[in-house]
């Protein structure tokens, strides 16, 4: 498992999304790591982490994460938002709070779920990927960016980045997608016994700020902040997502 360090000062632990690696978190590193130590994670398959054949498993991965950090504010994306509420569900000791990003506790609709996609979403991508990788991939960049007041530069920003540590294998972008269909851990939220701090996009395609406004409010210490942004709301919107972060952190310490 790849895990950078850099910075001074108290942890905070960095997890992407699908498709995606450490490096994204480009704008938050930039603003976070004079006052905190960042610990930026590779998901198995993604990134420098890609000759792994680990699973994509949210809690598996959460507890070897754990086992390789110090105790810190976990910060997780997307995908990564999945990895870090199964951390602070395990191990509150050591996980000190968790602020999801573009995250939800359940990704696909059910009937009594409507804050999310349909699952053929996730199949329509799981079959464009054996079809056609890259114009696949190139089609999600472009679905993260939708909405956001800074689409355009968004987008060059993410295709600029997506393969810079490398390609992420079939196998492993197919078995995040199942993960993302498959996991609901809406029952898990009034029990967390970490701060939360839910960050939504505004205009996200993906992630409706619906789903994670009532995940705020469905957690004991749950805090919301909405965007006006899309699905990487760090990108456009650095400042204030770094801004909402320490002041999170400030919170939790005291």
Do not use: N
Request: aromatic share 8%; net charge negative; charged share 20%.
């Amino acid at each position: 498992m790849h895990i950078e360090t850099l910075g001074h000062g108290p942890d905070l632990v960095l997890i992407h999304g699908w498709a995606m690696h450490s490096g994204i978190f480009a704008p938050l590193t930039e603003r976070l790591s004079a006052a905190f130590r960042l610990h930026l994670v590779d998901l198995p398959g993604h990134g420098r982490s890609a000759d792994r054949e680990a699973s994509l498993d949210p809690t598996a991965f959460a507890r070897e994460v754990a086992a390789a950090v110090p105790p810190a504010l976990w910060i997780g994306w997307s995908l990564g938002g999945l990895v870090c509420l199964e951390a602070a569900r395990l191990m509150p000791g050591t996980v000190r709070g968790v602020c999801l990003i573009a995250a939800s506790p359940r990704f696909v609709v059910a009937d009594d779920w409507p804050h999310a996609v349909s699952a053929d979403v996730f199949r329509q991508f799981a079959e464009g990927l054996r079809k056609d990788y890259h114009r696949t991939i190139d089609r999600f960049l472009a679905l993260e960016a939708h909405g956001s007041d800074h689409a355009q530069s968004e987008l060059r920003e993410l295709k600029a980045h997506v393969f810079d540590r490398g390609e992420p294998a079939l196998q492993v972008l197919c078995e995040g997608l199942g993960v993302l269909e498959q996991t609901d851990l809406r029952g898990d939220l009034p029990d967390l016994r970490v701060p939360s701090l839910w960050i939504a996009g505004r205009r996200d395609r993906l992630i409706p700020a619906a789903a994670m406004r009532w995940s705020a409010q469905t957690s004991p210490q749950g805090r919301y902040l909405e965007t006006a942004a899309g699905h990487a709301p760090f990108i456009a919107h650095g400042d204030e997502v770094a801004a909402a972060i320490r002041s999170f952190h400030a919170e939790i310490s005291a």
